[in-house]
């Protein structure tokens, strides 16, 4: 297991859960790598020579931009090795003759520990038997094993960043307008669940309401008002107009 | 009960059930009073004259726009009139002596019903008694009873938007960019479940992930490069830079 962050943590504990011997935490931080090889019964190091070379996997936790680094690290030719990220294309680990993408889609957060079950495994390989690999393991710890090539898992990575990143941020800002009248954020969180639960029976887009659906110029007015804030207007208009034209354009198709 | 919508159903139907006697529904469409007033035991109209006008209550729950004509059309003196909106102050009832407001603070849809138990219900009344007839009937079919001024339940009304509405949107944006590529929009829905969990146990300031809040400029421009459409690369630029402020000021204010 190369990496000790957040990722590498919720993998390694499911997958030794399952019945895996994980032989080595690597991590450039020593400490970092002791905290995880202790959960894992695994040895930590922080030296990509000392992995096991007879390992049937080795699996790359860390983030995008140290991918390319520590594949160039890597001398020897691993039995599978792959990466876990959504953005980076296979060919990243294009020196390594069996390689692979075991991607998980999910938001993985310190402190909180979630289960794998239910998260969606994005699988890439060339072989047939390397695929077959990543399948089998990823089938032990999720019932969502996709198959599915770089360009597409780029485009779900893409997608994720407006359902997670954008959302989280839509959840601090209306945080912070409550903040400004010491309401307790407390007030939104049966709304934001109930949100997110709406869209497993409908489309969002058929969930959508709001004054910017249906085009509520008056509230709209309003609102930008209310703001006091020249920044949070212009986002609040940008994404009412983007609302208003989504809109628009499903009646559009319906008609 | 004024209006047939999501808030006059759930409403109704939960008040109803806890064993209040709803004496007539009013609907501006006979057919529409029918449908609601047929489930709740009540008496159908269309004439805000056949209102009972010794009922302890006549609860408002229609579009925002159409409250005050409404108010102008009821021509007795109720025992107590409240209406059921986030954003309309309380003093649009004013021509009434016993007015009040019973703000539902969730979004309701058309076939999807949902429980009030934990849904915040927002109270705003002038006179004590006014206030205690709102909280002990909110009491009864919710546990969050909060009372609120007008002006806090509109910036709860605008930061819901956020919460909600512009959510919702990130979700069918999302949903769209899947569908370029033929992607089910399901392979989100764990991932987005969470991000909404997530924040019930942090603050999502700090549950925050992604490119932006890492100010990593080069996943940020594959992503522009990726949405192939100029509306699209506005609105992500736009959220991204509001992230990564966002980002900046909390890191500046934990110096």
Chains 1, 2 share one sequence.
Do not use: W
């Not at 040895?43 to 680094?69: F, G, M, R, V, Y």
């Not at 993985?108 to 038997?129: D, H, M, Q, W, Y």
């Not at 703001?227 to 319906?254: G, M, P």
Request: charge should be neutral; charged fraction near 25%.
């Amino acid at each position: 297991l190369i990496g000790s962050g957040n990722v590498a943590t919720h993998l390694g504990i499911e997958l030794h859960q399952a019945g895996h011997r994980i032989s080595h935490v690597f991590s450039r931080d020593i400490n970092h790598a002791k905290d995880l090889a202790e959960k894992l019964q695994a040895t930590p190091t922080n030296n990509l020579n000392d992995l096991d070379q007879q390992s049937d996997l080795i699996l790359i936790c860390i983030a995008d931009t140290a991918i390319n680094e520590v594949a160039e690290l890597i001398t020897f030719e691993p039995i599978l090795i792959a990466h876990t990220s959504g953005s980076i294309p296979i060919s990243a680990l294009s020196k390594f003759k069996n390689r692979g993408v075991f991607y998980p889609l999910q938001t993985f957060t310190k402190g909180r520990f979630i289960s794998l079950r239910n998260v969606p495994f994005c699988i890439e390989a060339e072989s047939i038997s390397n695929k077959k690999t990543l399948k089998d393991l990823a089938s032990q710890i999720s019932e969502q094993v996709i198959e599915m090539n770089s360009s597409d898992r780029k485009q779900c990575h893409l997608a994720a960043v407006f359902a997670n990143n954008f959302t989280n941020h839509m959840y601090s800002l209306a945080e912070q307008l409550l903040y400004k009248k010491k309401i307790p954020f407390e007030i939104l969180k049966p709304l934001i669940l109930e949100t997110a639960k709406k869209i497993e029976q409908m489309s969002p887009i058929d969930a959508q309401t709001g004054p910017a659906s249906r085009n509520d110029t008056v509230v709209i007015k309003e609102h930008l008002k209310q703001l006091e804030s020249d920044k949070l207007e212009k986002l609040y208009s940008f994404v009412s107009n983007s609302i208003r034209d989504l809109t628009e354009s499903k009646k559009a198709s319906k008609l």
